[in-house]
DNA sequence: ATCACCTGCAACTCAATAGTTGCAGAAGAT
DNA sequence: ATCTTCTGCAACTATTGAGTTGCAGGTGAT
């Protein structure tokens, strides 16, 4: 089951850096560490932003070894796409519907 | 077209209170004082929270005499989640190649 | 056993933003 | 013309969150 509250998982797409994250682990999962070679920011920044995305549903730690590799999770991105576009419809179709009673139709 | 940058959107929806604007504006168009009545926030948060959404195209002003409404725009939110399902996909796409990859087929 | 490397926790700084109050100004209503 | 009401701007507070440095603890490699 993927339905954590929707608005956290916005919340953690609202930022610039935890995407560069993601398209980077869209190439592989890579760890920590890893990531903070590749990044502009530290790693204990990179932790803090995994952790936000692991908490959403967005990413997932593996254990290989010493280190901890997470990997990206594309269907959960899906999925909330899914949600989103179910609201945006929905709005849709009763904002038509109050716009033709308004006309008298 | 209706593509501006899409994380501010997520920024943008990343909000509570935001939602519960959106979800006002879903039952038909209002003004901020209207939507202050409704809310448990001042006029001049929602005032704020508008902008922010008006920013990002998620919302849309319309000049009703000496008031200003807002109209919720549906389909700005059904095209965020278009893009947001085909990166989705993109990277569930590239990692299942690279799983290929490692397995050696 | 030791060394190197990676993770995790804690404390701190700084910037962004959600929220407030207060006031000035413009546009309908009487 | 006046009164009401709605909008818009500005200053301020407080909280959240992004980012940092520093250090302690494990785990694999030699």
């Known amino acids: 089951m993927s339905s954590a509250a929707l608005v956290p998982v916005f919340a953690a797409l609202g930022d610039e850096t935890r995407w560069s994250i ?47 590799r997470y990997r990206v999770l594309g269907a959960e991105l899906s999925a909330t796409a899914a949600r989103l576009d179910a609201v945006g419809r929905d709005w849709e179709r009763r904002l038509a519907a109050i716009k033709e009673i308004a006309e008298g139709l």
Not at 34 to 62: D, Y
């Open 22 to 68: 993601l398209a980077a682990l869209g190439e592989g999962d890579a760890s920590a560490s890893a990531l903070a070679e590749r990044l502009p920011v530290t790693r204990q920044a990179i932790a803090k932003h995994l952790a936000v995305l692991a908490e959403v549903g967005l990413v997932e730690p593996v254990r290989v070894g010493r280190e901890v």
